[in-house]
């Protein structure tokens, strides 16, 4: 059973920083491009960042690159999400999500994604 367990949200101040963390089990975690979705209230879930099996091929959304940074630790399955200059903005459920495929533009695209983790709250305050 494939199971996917973020932790590190919480509350903090509009310019600080938190760091995500996805822990991955029940699946061959270096085959799957892995990536982090969010979505505020009233909102549709959106695309944050993608990572490849290999930290050199990531995919941002505009509205956090270079702001935030994808890794992962194919070791420890474990997916991570650096978020710093955070914005009010950035206010949201964040969520781990996996897909069985190869890596391209499409992984922006969230039914590119086969599993999907409980999500965990951001919130920034002004």
């Known amino acids: 059973q494939v199971q996917l367990v973020e932790s590190g949200g919480g509350l903090v101040q509009a310019g600080g920083s938190l760091r995500l963390s996805c822990a991955a089990s029940?699946?061959?975690?270096?085959?799957?491009?892995m990536g982090w979705f969010r979505q505020a209230p009233g909102k549709e879930r959106e695309f944050v960042a993608a990572?490849?099996?290999?930290?050199?091929?990531?995919y941002y959304a505009d509205s956090v690159k270079g702001r935030f940074t994808i890794s992962r630790d194919n070791a420890k399955r474990m997916l991570y999400l650096q978020m710093n200059s955070l914005k009010p903005e950035d206010s949201a459920v964040y969520y781990c999500?996996?897909?069985?495929?190869?890596?391209?533009?499409?992984?922006?695209?969230?039914?590119?994604?086969?599993?999907w983790g409980q999500g965990t709250q951001v919130t920034v305050s002004s």
């Open positions: 990572i490849a099996w290999s930290d050199s091929f990531t």
């Open positions: 999500a996996a897909a069985l495929s190869a890596f391209s533009p499409a992984m922006r695209r969230q039914d590119e994604y086969n599993h």
């Open positions: 029940g699946l061959s975690f270096s085959n799957y491009v």
